[in-house]
DNA sequence: GTCTATAGAAGGATAGAC
DNA sequence: GTCTATCCTTCTATAGAC
């Protein structure tokens, strides 16, 4: 199962000097030499830079819309927690990719996902318990952006469990119940 | 009082372009023609594209500075409720430049500000309210990573108090009273 | 499928006139 | 202080041999 091994290689190396260095900072050269090929061969396997960092963040899209399908499912406090359980799991598998992902950079500047901002903000919606209290729904973006920036950045402090210091720091933020709208 | 007027204008244009699509991704050129002058003009007033991101963002670092100076005069609740403060005022008055420092790519790539991440890490010990629960350091690093993001994407969602919202945000998911090691 | 060689564009920075 | 013109490098992408 060693078949389109340099296609892999090229997938793997891209994905660490992407998320190290950024999508502008890296160049085709500095590919080729970490998987030790040609620009060339780049350029066959994918046919544009573009088209491999599609390649790359487009397995975590699938899992962020497979799981927003979840969602549309459940509701109250069995969506919150599936809701943060998924996401959590989803960045810590693909942190890599989040990492680029998060760079807003890219994300202004390059051939979008259709739909993946509405997925975004169903998400929040979800952290937030669907509460109508505008603090909850800043809760939910802190916790939400906080999660990925944390699994981005976390150089593994001691050995302890991110993903359940990660739920566990979400349960402790969001709203158990829904709250009406919070006055003063 | 507009002595160095293009100096300024400059630095305007610079902050809107680098926190848009990032440092690597805006050119001299882009600058040049949203300030209308030449690329050489800029270079005139800064010696390099480096040095331009360094004048900045150096006023911003200074005032964090100073907040870690402020702090460590503090204790307890008080230094908590400090630091929270006293980060969410800073971030939302650099807006810009907290865009461009929270690209990852830039923090590792450019001519660095020394002891900025010794400040970074007291900034989280007094977000954790000095805990030893390693789920508290990973709370503060979530609200305070989660607020930088939250105000860089934000685009005004009605009118709502982004100080207040933030920091009552802070106050719920920090802890209050320094705590034990938590097990399991 | 992989390579070398190169085209063609864009980047940062400098020289020198005004 | 600002400009035009230019230099040199680096980048993405293509052409064509093997």
Redesign the pocket.
């Known amino acids: 199962m060693t078949r ?4 892999e290689d090229i997938l793997a190396e891209a994905a660490r000097l992407f998320s190290r260095a950024g ?2 900072g ?7 030499v970490a ?18 960092l599609v390649a790359l963040v487009e397995p975590a899209v699938q899992e962020l819309l497979a799981l927003d399908d979840r969602l549309a499912a459940l509701v109250g406090e069995d969506a919150r927690t599936a809701a943060v359980d998924g996401f959590v799991d989803l960045v810590l598998r693909y942190r890599p990719q989040v990492t680029l992902v998060y760079d807003s950079l890219q994300l202004t500047e390059i051939p979008r996902f259709p739909g993946i901002d509405a997925v975004a903000e169903r998400l929040v919606r979800a952290f937030a318990g669907h509460s109508a209290d505008p603090v909850d729904d800043i809760a939910a973006r802190v916790v939400l952006s906080g999660i990925c920036t944390v699994v981005i950045e976390h150089a593994d402090s001691g050995g302890i469990d991110l993903r359940k210091a990660l739920t566990t720091v979400a349960e402790r933020l969001l709203p158990s119940q829904p709250r009406p709208r919070q006055e003063s």
Request: net charge positive.
């Open positions: 389109n091994h340099t296609r999508f502008k890296t160049s085709l050269h500095d590919i080729a998987v030790g090929c040609s620009k060339a061969t780049l350029l066959y396997h994918f046919a544009s830079k573009d088209a491999l």
